[in-house]
Each structure stands twice: as structure tokens, then as C-alpha cells.
């Protein structure tokens, strides 16, 4: 079982009134994660990534996505989506610049849908029409009209027996109707992670519940949905993306002193340390249990989040642990969202066949009773409302 996902049983609790609610798991084709390995009495949705387009529109399937694999999550009662794109070097812009492209590819999706028995597509074109994608990625000023069109060409060839899904970031499409998005897609799946990392000039969390006007660095989880809600998309179709990573930030400073909600340090831009490195949680836990006293462990209290700094390399480390994604996934279920997802489950921690590490780290200074009383002072947020003023102060608390 994987400890992570234990972490989301208190969301369950909030979502078990509602069978329409979602608790969706990633899985990569690189990471050879066995399907056995999911609990699915918590799971819902997988969502196995990723699938590429070719030049033609036609979908590369990877070959890892088997009928044993669908078959296995059918049967324990979880639905499978198949997610096509992700960061990289997909062809999304010049494949939806014309007609015959988008028809090719809504032909090949349909055509996959029916052969390997799939519930979904998730389509992860993360920036159209804007040039913070990989290197290289092609854009253009029609991508989100292009992509609209595309949605609605794919929604009309599968129906509405099929999940459609689409990927975003914390700040809705430019150039787009939220309306007629909310209209063909199932759900968006807000990536409320990577909103501070080695690319920035301060360092600052990797997925902050929320800040506060005297943080360097803008964004988080909270503005990341009140934005999404304030633009007119409906709350019953947003699901909050969870990162089951460490970010790790290479600073110029010592913030082995700092209090713990001081994350700000002026970033190291060095031409031998110019990737931001990032951990998954079973590496996190062998810096916990660190006998060299390399490693300082704080909490921060207002963000929600934990995080680690390294004397010796000068890292910042910025993750999530068990009490951090059950704050967020309360905080999903307190606003009446579709649900949360796990980015991605083999980072988890967790081994196939093998005993998975406690998640509950003693060296964590918060604790389950905190997390309760931090809850019931914030009990307006169990109104199922959209996000205001009065939700950010309560926060607060």
C-alpha cells in the first residue's frame, strides 16, 4: 500500500456523501509502477501517462498502458483515462492548426478509446498560445481557440459516456471561454504545484496552501482555485493537482536559522547548479532520518508546508508530507471541488511487493490533534461556496 494515498482518507470522509467526487492517481510509462500496488479502496481514477502525438495527429500509445493493466483497475471498480501531452515537446500546436489535424487526432483518440477499452482521455497541453513550455515548444496567438475547437470535435466523436479532461495551471487560458470549456470537459485538473522553484530569484514553497502580501514570490492553492472560480468555471469541475515531490532550490544564504515560516532566500544562479532538482518522498524520508545533522526540518504554518534545508549543499527543499496533502485535500472537499489528484503516485514512496515507510515522521512539529483544532476553528469552510475574503482570513486562524 502506498502511504501517501493514506494521506487522503480524511478527504475520503468529505467525499464519501458524494460517489461523484474523485481521488485520481497518475501513473508514468517511466516508472513501471505496478497497478497492483494501488489501493484502490481509495483510488477512483487513474490516469496513465503519457501518451505523444505524432506529426499527423496520429496517438503513440506507450506500451506499457496493457489490458492487464486496464483490466486490473476495472475490476477493483476504478475508471482509466489515458493522459496525452505533459510538458514536453508534443505537437499540440501545429497538429490543432488545422482541421485535418485535429480530425486526425480525435479519429485516433476514438480509435484507442474503443480498442483498449479506456473511461477517458485527459488532454495535457499545459501553455497554448504562450512560451513557457519546454524549449523548443511551438506556439501560436489562435492555440486556445484552436484547442477549443478541438475539445468539442473530441467531446462530439466519444459522447457523454466518456471522461474528458484537460490539465491547467494555476491561472485559466487566455483567449478561451471558461463557459464553453466547462461545457465539453468533465473536468480540469489544476496543477497547483512547480509555483516556486530554482527558475525564481527567491526562493519560496513548491505548493503553497496560500500566502500573504509580505511573500516574495505570488501564488498558490488557494489563489490558484479562487482564480479558476472568479473566471466562471464551476467548482464541481475542478480537481486540485497534489505534488508527491520535493522541489529542491539552491540559495546563497544559510536558512538553517530562519523561523519557519521565513522560506525566502536570494536564489543561486550558477552554471553548475542551474536545474532545480526534484525528490520523491522515499528519498524526503532518508533526509528525515539524516545522522549527519546535514539537514534542518521546519513547517510552515501559514503556506501548509513542510520543508528541508541542507547546510552542507545549500538546498532549499520544499515538499509535501501526510499533514500538508490532508490540509489540501480537506481544503478541496470544504469548497465542494470534484476532487484531488496525486502527481504521481510512484513517487509515493511505496513499493510493489515490498514494506512501505511510515509517513508520519516524529520530526514533524504538527501533529494530527493540530490539524483537527486547525479545522474546527476553520469550520466556515465546510460551506460548499466559492472561495471569498472571509475563506482567506479564516485561514489564517
Known amino acids: 500500500m502506498n502511504p501517501f494515498l493514506l494521506s487522503i482518507l480524511l478527504a475520503t470522509l468529505v467525499y464519501a456523501a458524494n460517489p461523484s467526487k474523485l481521488v485520481i492517481a497518475y501513473v508514468t510509462d517511466w516508472s513501471a509502477f505496478s497497478v497492483t500496488s494501488i489501493d484502490f479502496n ?91 513550455g519546454a524549449n523548443g515548444t511551438v506556439f501560436r496567438k489562435e492555440d486556445t481557440t484552436n484547442y477549443l475547437v478541438f475539445l468539442k470535435g473530441l467531446r462530439a466523436s466519444l459522447g457523454s459516456k466518456s471522461l474528458i479532461s484537460v490539465c491547467v495551471g494555476i491561472t485559466p487560458f487566455v483567449g478561451m471561454s471558461l463557459v464553453e470549456l466547462a461545457a465539453v470537459v468533465d473536468f480540469v485538473m489544476v496543477m497547483a504545484y512547480d509555483i516556486n522553484g530554482q527558475w525564481n530569484s527567491i526562493s519560496g514553497p513548491n505548493a503553497p496552501l496560500q500566502v500573504d502580501s509580505s511573500r516574495k514570490n ?22 486540485l493537482g497534489l505534488a508527491f515531490y520535493g522541489r529542491g532550490t539552491f540559495v546563497t544564504e544559510s536558512m538553517a536559522n530562519n523561523a519557519a515560516t521565513n522560506e525566502t532566500a536570494f536564489v543561486r544562479k550558477s552554471v553548475t547548479q542551474q536545474a532545480s532538482a526534484t525528490y520523491t518522498y522515499l528519498q524526503i524520508l532518508k533526509f528525515l532520518n539524516d545522522t549527519t545533522a546535514s539537514f534542518v526540518s521546519k513547517y510552515d504554518s501559514y503556506t501548509q508546508t513542510p520543508w528541508l534545508f541542507n547546510k552542507a549543499t545549500m538546498q532549499y527543499i520544499s515538499y509535501d508530507n501526510a499533514l500538508s496533502i490532508t490540509v489540501k485535500s480537506q481544503f478541496a472537499g470544504c469548497l465542494g471541488l470534484r476532487g484531488v489528484a496525486a502527481w504521481d503516485i510512484s513517487l509515493d514512496g511505496g513499493q510493489a511487493g515490498g514494506s512501505a515507510p511510515t509517513f508520519c515522521h516524529p520530526r514533524n512539529p504538527q501533529s494530527w490533534a493540530t490539524l483537527i483544532s486547525w479545522f474546527k476553528a476553520s469550520s466556515d469552510h465546510r460551506k460548499n461556496r466559492s472561495l471569498d475574503n472571509r475563506d482567506l482570513v479564516g485561514l489564517n486562524r
Open 218 to 239: 505570488p501564488g498558490s492553492v488557494a489563489d490558484a482555485i479562487l482564480t479558476w472560480q472568479l473566471a466562471g468555471f464551476p467548482s464541481n469541475k475542478i480537481v
Open 42 to 132: 481509495l483510488v477512483t481514477n487513474v490516469h496513465f501517462a503519457f501518451a505523444n502525438l505524432a506529426k499527423n495527429g496520429t496517438v503513440l500509445v506507450p506500451e506499457s498502458l496493457t489490458p492487464s493493466f486496464i483490466n486490473t483497475a476495472h475490476t477493483r471498480g476504478a475508471k482509466v483515462s489515458l493522459a496525452v501531452g505533459g510538458w514536453g515537446l508534443t505537437p499540440f500546436s501545429d497538429v490543432f492548426s488545422t482541421s485535418t489535424g485535429r480530425n486526425n487526432t480525435i479519429k485516433s483518440l476514438k480509435q484507442v478509446v474503443t480498442s483498449y477499452g479506456l473511461d477517458g482521455i485527459e488532454i495535457d497541453w499545459e501553455w497554448p498560445g504562450n512560451a513557457n
